[in-house]
């Protein structure tokens, strides 16, 4: 659960994945995060290439990073991070976080992970070295119930649960309605559905 917002630190979530597209899950996420944790920022960083994906993303990197982006402009606590997209391949998240933890060296940095990433945590690249720098805020994506002990799995981590209400729609299933050519108005934000619009990337037959 949360810790009380005492501390004198600014702390700063990083909040990766492919954000292929990013959704109205992913912010609704971000926000509770910034709410429960007094946040100062929440660093969305899409993935060139997620380590553990076996499917190639369906926007490009370029696009999915634009549509973060378009989100970022509409919250001030957003910030769109670059990094792995820049880096045009994979990056392992342990890479990624020594570099945040490098730009914002008076920052505490909080890695946000779904309860599904984390039910899988220990097959990540580097997962020991992540838990003992930087402390973990999980997220609901499966129905996790409510106060659950995510420190059975991993003791000595400091791990924490947000009480975040699970969003009905995942990417996977955005994917598929738009590539079924199905109106996804109420699932993306209205910045990621103009560009979008714009960018002809609702014509499935064109992805």
Excluded at 102 to 109: F, L, R
Excluded at 116 to 128: E, G, R, S, V
Aim: charged share 20%; net charge negative; aromatic share 12%.
């Amino acid at each position: 659960m949360p810790e009380p917002s005492i501390s004198p630190t600014p702390r700063i979530g990083f909040f990766g994945g492919s954000f292929d597209p990013i959704h109205q899950g992913h912010v609704s996420v971000a926000l509770e995060a910034v709410k429960q944790f007094n946040l100062r920022q929440i660093l969305l960083c899409p993935a060139f290439f997620a380590p553990l994906r076996d499917q190639k993303p369906l926007f490009s990197a370029v696009h999915r990073l634009a549509m973060v982006e378009a989100v970022a402009q509409e919250h001030s606590e957003f910030v769109a991070y670059d990094e792995e997209i820049l880096a045009q391949k994979t990056c392992f998240t342990y890479h990624t976080l020594q570099s945040v933890q490098q730009n914002y060296p008076d920052s505490e940095i909080f890695l946000m992970l779904g309860d599904d990433q984390f039910n899988k945590f220990d097959q990540w690249k580097f997962h020991q070295e992540i838990l003992a720098q930087f402390p973990l805020i999980i997220f609901n994506r499966n129905g996790t119930k409510i106060n659950q002990d995510f420190s059975e799995k991993f003791p000595s981590a400091k791990i924490h649960q947000l009480g975040n209400q699970r969003f009905p729609h995942s990417s996977t299933e955005i994917r598929q309605l738009i590539q079924q050519g199905t109106c996804i108005s109420s699932h993306v934000p209205q910045s990621v559905l103009a560009y979008m619009t714009n960018h002809q990337l609702l014509d499935h037959r064109d992805l």
